[in-house]
């Protein structure tokens, strides 16, 4: 059993998919897609000890011995992202039923979860696996149900905002193959252990070139790396609720994995960053991606696509941690991975709670709200600073390491810079602590109880987890560490 | 005492939270909830004076919290200068709830228990600034002190309170974040630990540009020292309730500032290295200049709260003078003036509120001839200018005796003509005040003026709460310049007098 | 040169007339036709790459030395099933929001939906319950 562990990680909510069809009443279904999931979450956490106790874990699948079957494929990195994702999900998932039931009609709740797990299926494939078609796979099957996920959203825009990002997103997964099948001309491997020692012999080909744009480009699409962002802000606000939550702390990171892997693994860090111009490229569309999200977030008068944009930005810092290419700076990369993902899930399922008393998010509804649902405005506030990179909160942790990792690098305009940027954060964060606590309530609006508390426990076991893992980094710190040393080791 | 040592220096931050606690859970009772908060208050300036007498006998106190990450602890211990900040915060926060009781009441304020809740949360902060072991521990707490302190400058609630809280936020997280954090995380790199340790813990040979773009980060970086040009948070802030103002801009957030400042300066730089270092110069004409403008600015102040503001603002430029000055004096006197300016500023403050509840004036130019109607308060005001400015009887004396001393010996002739020019610009923008207020005919032009004052003679004066406040600040501006010897004593012990080299 | 790698450059025009349709249209059916052709060139290219010259089919037989590689066709087997998946949630998509904003031109789409945003602040509380 323990040493089939890597695919069950990825069968486990698979069958449980179709199952849920079987269940048919949602309370049920809901029942047991929590159950899938908190399964998942228990098998990433074995997995986790596993790698960091004994190594490197390769399963091959059916069998079919490596280069020529398909092979998963757990490291550090890998079991660090699969924890991050089964951990959000099945924390969203204690609120969902609560959530969708005024979000979603009845008829569709079934769907939903189905979309649901299909959906983080495909995450945790694409994270396990080793073998680069199969990530592709493995996207589309994730993807696919993003899109239908998105349309479940009340609101018309869900519908083009669906429509637009399919478009943007099968242009980046089409990308994507087009790289792999490039690789595999080249190679004639597509597993990345393998493509990974057979690219350097070929590196100066311009096919192996071309290969390689057309990967990280696809990959930035999906990622939402500015400027090719802009189908993120609309999927993110009219999405129903739970869904935002869940892409907003997942999705973008499984694409940030995907980048790590390409440029780290598979065509190894001298060719990305010392061949090919990657390293300025990467840090210029950062610190852009920085200020322009960030400033456009301030504008905004939807709550979500406040932090929508947020979320934008934080790719931003994220990707000038890649761009650093050292072992430090990959390591606030990783950290930030995690702790964006839990500021995020945080602050996005407490508006969650907000929609479900208010049915609306616009950020005039906000007034007053600090003392009709003081439990949920709290933990936005300090989801909020959270995301400032206040001391005691993760967001600070990541911001140190990244600070130190510019400073060791010896950027200091950029180091500079980022520091300018979370003031932005601090002006966006402040207009909904503003309008929370000091706005009288708008005159005419229905006083609001609070959340319900299959809304307040996730909200705050997120929360609390934010100021946890701000105050006792070792287990974050030394993952993520070990994680981004392992991908120095592997690569020439 | 019951308690280890150990244990007290950890309830010094405990307390405040407790009270908190016992604050909200008290919310529908005002008495209760105001006796809780003296309660806490009087057992916290007890187990201050505890630590206080241990530090004399010359135990040290250490306590670990946590590691956050390698090198970087959340951990407290007991030093002179500390001990300073942290006796007169929490003897200042006593007699501040005292004040604030009749202050709040009077004025019918809504909210007092969010307002008393966030007080006791800035007090805990500042314990925490005033024990920590380490920059990172002060960062910590300096920006909880900021946070704390943000719903009591917008209290009012009103679009004004609003814009000065956005201003005051604004300034003070963005300083601290972008130049502050900054300097902590170089330091951090440079040298490897955080530690505060005598004589500074950068080696000898570290080059001196980075070192010196270093002071700057951080004394920009610290905005709570307000020195131009961050300054503006600190009028900006003055749309506070007035026991606010006090404590928190006369004492807690301007002091943790440059208590701050001193502190990176002798405990991170250490003085040898700061006498050399390339910006310390520029600096100093830059606190210079900061004093000067001030106060010329405070002179055009008819607001009597925003002319104390810049007064203060001014103030806070000697203090950092003194820390970059380098020298034992100067170090001595800074950590002096922090006391002293202290309790002259919390006084006028104490005074501005009372005449605020009691005669409901706030400009300069309606204060004539209120001496008559206020006695008691206008003394006291006459007493705390004296202090500020600096002349005998009062505390004042000393520690801008201590603060000239400091420019003779690094021989900085301009900064002592600076110092001195200031001093008679704070007789200029303070004196007329009650002067004006007792003898309202002195300038014979207004006549009108001495109608009001005689018109209006019967004494009525802020509530009871608020003058015993008012009596015991201006009281201790008194005792402290007839017996300063136990500041003086701390203010010496901060520096290891032998290591000291003198100026360059 | 050109001539032999001229299933490449039929692999390229497809590309670009697909990427070029996505792009230039308004009409969602017509950018969703595009996305397909822009998905078909990728699939020719696997099914060019796979071929061997002189290779023949790859059946396991005494006579035949050379196989083409039948690799790459797995691979797109699984492409093409996800294409198909894809322009279905497409057009049902499509059909939605026809039926949502009553017209399918990205234009007119765009159109009403900054009404709602200019709109009086009541009118959009109501419309926005994301």
């Known amino acids: ?363 005039s509804s906000f007034h007053g709200l600090g003392r009709q649902m003081p439990l949920t405005m ?115 | 005492m019951i308690f280890s040592l150990e244990v007290m220096l950890q309830l010094t931050i405990a307390i405040p939270l407790l009270a908190i606690l016992g604050i909200i859970f008290a919310r529908k009772n005002p008495n209760i909830r105001e006796g809780i908060t003296i ?127 956005r201003v005051y936020l604004g300034i003070l997280l963005s300083t601290s974040i972008a130049f502050f954090l900054l300097a902590i995380a170089s330091t951090w790199f440079i040298t490897g630990t955080l530690d505060f340790k005598q004589g500074g813990i950068f080696s000898a040979n570290i080059d001196k540009t980075i070192a010196g773009a270093l002071l700057v980060l951080f004394i920009f970086g610290i905005g709570k020292a307000a020195i131009m040009p961050f300054h503006r948070w600190l009028p900006a802030a003055m749309v506070a309730p007035t026991p606010v103002s006090a404590l928190l801009h ?51 102040q008819d607001n009597l709260k925003a002319r104390l503001a810049y007064s203060t603002i001014s103030q806070l430029g000697y203090i950092t003078i003194g820390a970059l000055l380098a020298t034992s004096s100067g170090v001595i006197g800074s950590s002096m003036h922090i006391a002293t300016h202290a309790f002259g500023k919390i006084t006028l403050f104490f005074c501005a509120g009372a005449i605020l509840v009691a005669a409901h004036k706030s400009n300069i130019s309606e204060m004539r001839g209120l001496g008559r109607q206020m006695p008691f308060t206008m003394m006291a005001f006459f007493i705390a200018s004296l202090c500020i400015i600096g002349l005998p009887p009062t505390a004042g004396t000393w520690s801008k005796w201590f603060l000239l001393m400091g420019t003779l010996e690094a021989e900085q002739w301009t900064l002592m003509m600076v110092l001195i020019l200031s001093s008679l610009l704070n007789i200029a923008y303070l004196l007329p005040i009650p002067f004006l207020a007792f003898f309202p005919n002195i300038s014979a032009k207004n006549n009108q003026g001495a109608e009001n004052a005689t018109t209006n003679i019967q004494i009525k004066e802020a509530p009871l709460a608020s003058l015993i406040a008012i009596g015991i600040a201006a009281l201790a501006c008194l005792i402290l310049f007839i017996y300063p010897n136990p500041l003086y004593e701390l203010a010496t012990a901060i520096l290891d007098t032998e290591r000291v080299t003198y100026g360059k | 040169m050109i001539i032999g790698l001229f299933n490449d450059w039929v692999v390229v025009v497809l590309m670009m007339i697909g990427l070029y349709i996505v792009i230039a249209h308004g009409n969602l059916i017509k950018k969703l036709v595009g996305l397909s052709i822009f998905q078909t060139s990728v699939y020719i290219f696997y099914i060019s790459m796979a071929k061997v010259e002189g290779g023949s089919a790859p059946i396991l037989a005494e006579s035949i030395k050379q196989f083409s590689n039948p690799l790459p066709h797995v691979l797109i087997l699984t492409a093409i099933v996800v294409g198909i998946a894809t322009t279905a949630l497409g057009l049902a998509l499509v059909v939605r929001i026809k039926e949502a904003y009553g017209s399918v031109e990205e234009e007119d789409i765009q159109h009403l939906d900054n009404q709602t945003q200019t709109e009086s602040p009541k009118k959009v509380l109501e419309g926005d319950q994301a």
């Open chain 1, 1 to 363: 059993m323990i040493s089939h562990l890597p695919v069950l990680q990825v069968i486990v909510p698979l069958m449980a998919a179709p199952l849920c069809l079987l269940l048919r009443r949602a309370q049920l279904v809901w029942l047991f897609a929590l159950l899938a999931s908190s399964l998942a979450f228990l098998i990433s956490i074995l997995l986790l000890q596993q790698v960091m106790t004994s190594g490197v874990i390769s399963y091959e699948l059916g069998g079919w011995e490596a280069p020529w079957g398909i092979e998963y494929r757990i490291d550090k990195l890998n079991a660090f992202l699969l924890l991050i994702i089964t951990a959000i999900s099945t924390v969203v998932l204690i609120a969902a039923q609560t959530s969708i039931e005024k979000e979603i009609p009845k008829e569709k709740h079934t769907l939903f979860y189905i979309l649901y797990l299909l959906s983080l299926t495909g995450m945790l494939g694409i994270v396990s696996t080793g073998d680069a078609f199969n990530v592709f796979v493995f996207l589309e099957i994730s993807s696919l149900s993003a899109y239908a996920l998105i349309a479940l959203g009340n609101d018309r825009r869900a519908l083009w905002a669906s429509y637009q990002y399919l478009i943007m997103g099968t242009i980046g997964a089409t990308f994507i193959l087009i790289g792999i099948g490039l690789m595999y001309q080249m190679t004639g491997t597509l597993n990345m252990e393998d493509l990974s020692q057979r690219l350097p012999q070929v590196a100066q080909t311009r096919t192996v070139f071309t290969a390689f744009v057309f990967v990280i480009v696809g990959v930035c699409l999906k990622l939402a790396l500015f400027p090719l962002h802009l189908w993120l802000p609309n999927a993110y606000a009219y999405a129903p609720s739970i869904v935002t939550v869940f892409f907003a702390a997942t999705a973008t990171k499984v694409a940030i994995y995907l980048l790590i892997r390409f440029t780290f693994t598979v065509f190894g860090l001298s060719f990305s960053f010392t061949t090919l111009p990657l390293q300025g490229l990467f840090l210029t569309l950062g610190l852009a991606g920085i200020f322009v999200a960030s400033s456009a977030a301030i504008y905004q008068k939807n709550v979500k696509h406040i932090f929508a944009y947020s979320s934008i930005a934080q790719v931003g810092y994220i990707i000038v941690g890649i761009s650093t290419s050292t072992v430090m700076g990959l390591t606030a990369t990783l950290l930030h991975l995690f702790n964006h993902a839990l500021m995020k899930s945080a602050i996005f399922l407490a508006l969650g709670a907000v929609v479900y008393r208010l049915g609306t998010i616009q950020l």
């Open chain 1, 378 to 492: 709290a933990a936005v506030t300090i989801g909020g600073l959270s995301l400032i990179g206040v001391p005691l909160t993760v967001g600070f942790v990541s911001k140190w390491y990244l600070l130190i990792a510019l400073i060791e690098k010896g950027w200091w305009l950029v180091a500079i810079l980022i520091l300018l940027g979370s003031l932005l954060a601090v002006v966006y964060v402040w207009r909904i602590v503003e309008a929370a606590y000091f706005k009288e309530p708008l005159a005419g609006s229905m006083p609001v109880k609070e959340a319900p508390m299959l809304f307040l426990i996730p909200i705050w076991t997120l929360i609390i987890a934010n100021i946890y893992f701000g105050l006792d980094t070792r287990l974050s710190v030394q993952v993520a560490q070990s994680a981004a040393q392992g991908l120095f080791g592997v690569s020439p």
């Open chain 2, 250 to 300: 006369a004492v807690a957030v301007v002091k943790a500032g440059v208590f701050t400042i001193l502190k990176v300066c002798v405990f991170i730089f250490g003085l040898d290295l700061l006498a050399i270092l390339p910006t310390t110069q520029f600096l100093l004409y830059l606190a210079g200049a900061s004093v000067l403008l001030a106060s010329l600015v405070a002179m055009r």
């Open chain 2, 39 to 165: 309660t806490a208050s009087i057992v916290l300036l007890y187990i201050v004076i505890n630590l206080y007498q241990s530090l004399l006998s010359g135990k040290t106190v250490n306590v670990f919290w946590w590691e956050i990450m390698p090198n970087l602890s959340i951990s407290f211990s007991i030093e002179p200068l500390g001990m300073i900040f942290a006796l007169i915060a929490s003897f200042l926060w006593l007699i501040t709830t005292i004040y604030a009781i009749g202050y709040m009441r009077s004025h019918q304020e809504e909210n007092q228990t969010r307002f008393y809740s966030f007080f006791a949360l800035a007090i805990c902060a500042v314990m925490g600034i005033a024990f920590s072991d380490n920059l990172f521990t002060l960062f910590v707490f300096y920006e909880v002190l900021t946070l704390s302190t943000y719903p009591l400058v917008t209290h009012a609630g009103t679009d004004k309170a609003k814009q000065g809280g």
